[in-house]
């Protein structure tokens, strides 16, 4: 006898950061709203709400070009504490409703609801009051999409936005994803939907379609999850420990800049600031990786991992020094920087680190 299908819901929060802003702030409703870097600036756009997403706004678009679409957009800097304050109400929302949920971000997540008995049983029923209760103590809107599996149901929660609420049974699975575009299936971003188009795929037929060996020649690792989502199979867990993996903060100057005392600077205080978040969720770093990226977009990175925890010391500063030789910074102009820190650990004792602005660069 087989299993019973797994009952997942995909909920995703509609124009979240805009939403918010829109919320705490009347004049803004109903009105093209950007969060993001300033029009004048190298910033992009984090998100926005759906007044704007009708001139063709849409997030990581450069914050210039929203401008030039949408000149009367009103371009806000975003305010991540009341994001994620509003976003742990709704875990919180999702905790008493559900035991298995996976954060993504601070608006989407998974829930598996397999097992759940309330409604009868019912996911559709239990996301649509999961929806209602989020309105009611948030007073922000959210999509959900139901499903057998992850992969389906965060294709659902697309469906209907906003305010949606799709659900995607067992049998009629394979035949969704068949006639779905390749371009919306979620995982496949624009360089290898252009990929596929090139070897006939427009499809999730036409995928179907493909043998697994030959994918496999075209696209390696990923060709068995091509291969099991043109069938509409994703045995992917709800994963309600999923473990986060790195933390990065990024800057976008508004000037190119080549100084390397400058860049120094500004890679500890970005290395500050990602410190400060791992302090946040009580982790420890031992892998240090810059990003520069020049003038001319060309990108690399540096890194070195440590015996001992990364911290704010002399010898981390020394690090990024270090880091930077042989990069040709100093002498070509650089756009962007980045500090990641990875091979992350839990710690019960960590350092306490000033409060920065950490979005001060937006």
């Not at 990069?327 to 920087?337: M, N, P, Q, Y």
Request: with cysteine; glycine share 6%.
């Amino acid at each position: 006898m087989e299993p019973a299908p797994r009952k997942i819901i995909h909920i995703d929060m509609d124009a979240f950061y805009a939403a918010v802003e829109q919320r705490d702030h009347p004049q803004y409703r109903h009105k093209p709203i950007i969060v993001g870097g300033k029009p004048d600036s190298r910033g992009v756009v984090a998100t926005c709400s759906y007044e704007a997403r009708q001139f063709g706004i849409h997030s990581a678009m450069p914050s210039s070009h929203a401008y030039r679409l949408c000149p009367q957009a009103i371009f806000v800097k975003p305010r991540f504490e009341i994001y994620k304050e509003a976003s742990e109400m709704i875990r919180g929302i999702f905790a008493r409703y559900c035991q298995h949920f996976e954060p993504l971000s601070l608006d989407e997540a998974y829930l598996d609801v397999s097992d759940n008995e309330l409604y009868q049983g019912s996911a559709t029923l239990l996301a649509k009051h999961i929806k209602l209760e989020i309105r009611r103590q948030t007073q922000l809107v959210a999509s959900a999409g139901i499903s057998y599996n992850k992969f389906l149901a965060k294709i659902a929660s697309d469906l209907g936005k906003p305010d949606g609420l799709y659900l995607i049974p067992p049998e009629q699975g394979a035949e969704f994803v068949e006639k779905l575009a390749i371009g919306k299936f979620h995982g496949i971003g624009r360089a290898t939907e252009q990929k596929m188009h090139d070897l006939g795929i427009t499809t999730g037929k036409d995928l179907k379609q493909m043998p697994l060996a030959e994918l496999q020649r075209h696209f390696g690792k990923a060709a068995q999850h091509y291969y099991d989502i043109a069938r509409g199979i994703d045995q992917r867990p709800v994963n309600s420990d999923r473990a986060r993996k790195s933390v990065g903060i990024e800057t976008t100057f508004d000037n190119d800049i080549a100084d390397l005392p400058t860049i120094l600077r500004h890679l500890q205080d970005l290395l500050q600031k990602a410190l400060l978040r791992l302090a946040e969720k009580q982790m420890t770093a031992y892998t240090l990786t810059i990003k520069i990226k020049y003038q001319n977009f060309v990108q690399i990175t540096r890194g070195r991992t440590l015996a001992e925890p990364i911290g704010d010391s002399p010898t981390t500063r020394l690090l990024l020094a270090e880091l930077l030789k042989n990069t040709g910074v100093g002498a070509s102009k650089v756009r962007l920087l980045g500090v990641t820190l990875s091979g992350l650990k839990r710690s019960d004792t960590v350092t306490r680190y000033r409060q920065l602005d950490l979005f001060s660069s937006l």
